[in-house]
C-alpha cells in the first residue's frame, strides 16, 4: 500500500487538486489544540511535529495521537480507547487510526464528515483529515462539558437547536391560512374577459 510509485496524467491532477485543498493556517489551530488537549490528559507530553503537510500526517499516522484526543474528550474511566500504543506495524497504527475513527462516530461527528483511514496513513487526502479534526473541535466546543481545552474560538460554533412549541389553536389556525407559496387570487379580476372560443370584436 505505502510503496505506490508517483502518479501521472489524470491521478496527478486529481491529487493535485486534493493537496492544493490542505490548509496550512489550520493545521497549525488543529497542533495548539491537539498539544493542548492531550497534554491535559495526564499521560506523557505529546511531541510537536514538523511543520507542513508531510509533517502533520507523519505525526498522526501511528494513531496514538489521535486515540489519545479522543480519550481525552471523555471523563476518565469512560475512554473509548482501552489501549494505546506505538507500534512499527502497519496493520497496528491502522487499527489505531479505525479505532479513532469509530470513537470520533460514537462522539457525534457525522459519517460523511469522517476520512478513511487510507486517507491519513498514506497521506491520500489530508485536507478531509483535517476537516474531521475541525468538525471534532466544534462539537467538543459545542459539547460544553467541560472536557474542551483550548481557546474555543479556534473552530467555528456548531448550530444550536431552537425548538418551538406551538399550542394545538395555533396549529389549527395556521392550517386554514393560505401560504403565498401556494400563490394568490387577491387584485385578480374577469374585467375585460371575453367567453372562450369568441372571436375579439375590433370596434
Known sequence: MANRGPSYGLSREVQQKIDRQYDPELEQVLVRWILAQCGNDGGSAVAQ??????????????????????NSLHPRGQAPVAKIQASAMAFKQMEQISQFLQAAERYGIAATDIFQTVDLWEGKN????????????????????GLFVGDPNWFPKKSQENRRVF??????????????????????????????????QIL
Open 49 to 70: 511535529p514538523a511543520p507542513g503537510r508531510d509533517g502533520f500526517q507523519q505525526w498522526l499516522k501511528d494513531g496514538t495521537v489521535l486515540c489519545r484526543l479522543i
Open 126 to 145: 489530508m485536507a478531509c483529515v483535517q476537516r474531521t479534526l475541525m468538525n471534532l473541535g466544534s462539537l467538543a466546543v459545542a459539547k460544553g462539558d
Open 167 to 200: 399550542s394545538e389553536d395555533k396549529l389549527k389556525e395556521g392550517q386554514s391560512v393560505i401560504g403565498l407559496q401556494m400563490g394568490t387570487n387577491r387584485g385578480a379580476s374577469q374585467a375585460g374577459m371575453t367567453g372562450y372560443g369568441m372571436p375579439r
